[in-house]
């Protein structure tokens, strides 16, 4: 199914979904994301502030630093799905 992905869906953005989907219950720091996925980090966070913003993320703050998880919802599940 990934293979339909591809031409709908940037390399940069599937491979942060992947690490989300992959580790659905881990918390990730921007830079753990942008290291995992090898993607800038600038562009790991624009990528990951419009995964937030689509429900797809999770942002959990603690202090002053931002974590993100994978958001619990049908549209995850619906990914998790095409993603496997």
């Known amino acids: ?3 339909v992905l591809e031409g709908l869906v940037d390399k940069k953005v599937r ?3 992947k ?3 992959k580790n659905k ?3 990730f720091h921007l830079k753990k994301i942008s290291e995992m996925s090898k993607v800038p980090i600038a562009t790991s966070f624009r990528i990951v502030r419009r995964l937030v913003m689509l429900g797809f993320v999770r942002v959990i703050r ?3 630093f931002k974590l993100y998880k994978l958001a619990d919802n049908k549209k995850t599940e619906l990914l998790r799905g095409l993603l496997k």
């Open 19 to 21: 690490i989300f989907i």
């Open 25 to 27: 219950d881990e918390l």
């Open 15 to 17: 491979n942060i979904l």
């Open 1 to 3: 199914m990934i293979d």
């Open 62 to 64: 603690v202090g002053k």
